[in-house]
């Protein structure tokens, strides 16, 4: 069974900065394509960014591109999500997600992933 655990949220001001990180068990991430996504409050859940378990490929979201920066210490079974520059918009609850199948491209719909994390609380304040 693949547990992920995140942690790292918490509350900072407008231009701060932030890293998330996603703790996995159970098997090694360099099975997965791993990915972040967040919900804000009355809001859908969103794909922020995500990486590929062989080649190291990334994507991220628009809304973060340069901003914000996926990667994965496969050592440490552990997958992060560096936030820079952040802005009350992103204000979230953010999880870490797993894809045990992978395909051609990386996964940035939710429905892709197979196991989640609960989630971490992130607030900006302006």
């Known amino acids: 069974q693949v547990q992920l655990v995140e942690s790292g949220g918490g509350s900072v001001q407008a231009g701060g900065s932030l890293r998330l990180s996603c703790a996995v068990s159970?098997?090694?991430?360099?099975?997965?394509?791993m990915g972040w996504f967040r919900q804000a409050p009355g809001k859908k859940r969103e794909f922020v960014a995500a990486?590929?378990?062989?080649?190291?490929?990334?994507k991220h979201a628009n809304s973060v591109k340069g901003r914000f920066t996926i990667s994965r210490d496969n050592a440490k079974n552990t997958v992060y999500l560096q936030m820079n520059s952040l802005k009350p918009e992103d204000t979230a609850v953010y999880y870490c997600?797993?894809?045990?199948?992978?395909?051609?491209?990386?996964?940035?719909?939710?429905?892709?992933?197979?196991?989640w994390g609960q989630g971490t609380q992130v607030t900006v304040s302006s």
């Open positions: 997600a797993a894809d045990r199948v992978g395909g051609l491209y990386l996964p940035v719909a939710g429905s892709d992933y197979d196991y």
């Open positions: 159970g098997r090694t991430i360099s099975n997965y394509d």
């Open positions: 990486m590929s378990r062989s080649t190291g490929t990334t």
